[in-house]
Nanobody, 115 residues
């Protein structure tokens, strides 16, 4: 059974950092393309970062390039999103996802950036 559980969200001031973690079960993170998305209430969910199964292809949304880093821990079966230099426009619920025949999502973790 595929399951994704995000953690690490919280409230930070502008310029701060957070590290999100997605704990995967029911599959191996090194065997599938995975990604992070975010959603602001009333808006569509948007892609933030993705990593191919072989780890060779990493993509970022233009709005987070140079500030966010996606990575994974194959041994612990985790996907991470390191977020630096956060600004209020990064406030959203962040989701990790994987496509294994179907698209699976976690429950999301809230990130709030404000002074």
């Amino acid at each position: 059974q595929v399951q994704l559980v995000e953690s690490g969200g919280g409230s930070v001031q502008p310029g701060g950092s957070l590290r999100l973690t997605c704990a995967a079960s029911g599959f191996s993170v090194s065997s599938h393309n995975m990604g992070w998305y975010r959603q602001i209430p009333g808006k569509q969910r948007e892609p933030v970062a993705s990593m191919s199964s072989d780890g060779e292809t990493i993509l970022y949304a233009n709005s987070v390039k140079g500030r966010f880093t996606i990575s994974r821990d194959n041994g612990q079966n985790l996907l991470h999103l390191q977020m630096n230099s956060l600004n209020p426009e990064d406030t959203a619920v962040y989701y990790c996802c994987v496509r294994i025949r179907s698209l699976y999502w976690g429950q999301g973790t809230q990130v709030s950036v404000s002074s």
